[in-house]
Nanobody, 125 residues
């Protein structure tokens, strides 16, 4: 059973930065494809960023490209999302997700079988 726990959310102003963290249980974390998704009120959950188990291949939604950076520390079983130049439209609950079977990053939420409880990010204008 894989467990994920996010932290690092909060209330910030437009232009500020935040770093989200996700602690992952599981002896084979280094083999998991990982991703961040977010869900704003009244909207569907959307892909934000993903990273292969190697850590060398990353993917980003167009809306965050150039502002957000996903990374992982396989020795620490940790996933991160560095968010810079935050905008009010980035306001959402951010979820960490793990795909323990897939080797490639996908943007489809149903491909990820393990999810954290989410952390709220609110960006004021």
């Amino acid at each position: 059973q894989v467990q994920l726990v996010e932290s690092g959310g909060g209330l910030v102003q437009a232009g500020d930065s935040l770093r989200l963290s996700c602690a992952v249980s599981g002896r084979t974390f280094s083999r998991y494809t990982m991703a961040w998704f977010r869900q704003a009120p009244g909207k569907e959950r959307e892909f934000v960023a993903g990273i292969k188990w190697t850590g060398t291949t990353t993917y980003y939604a167009d809306s965050v490209k150039g502002r957000f950076t996903i990374s992982r520390d396989n020795a620490e079983n940790a996933l991160y999302l560095q968010m810079n130049s935050l905008k009010p439209e980035d306001t959402a609950v951010y979820y960490c997700a793990a795909n323990v079977f897939g080797a490639e990053v996908t943007t489809i939420a149903t491909d990820f079988g393990s999810w954290g409880q989410g952390t709220q990010v609110t960006v004021s204008s």
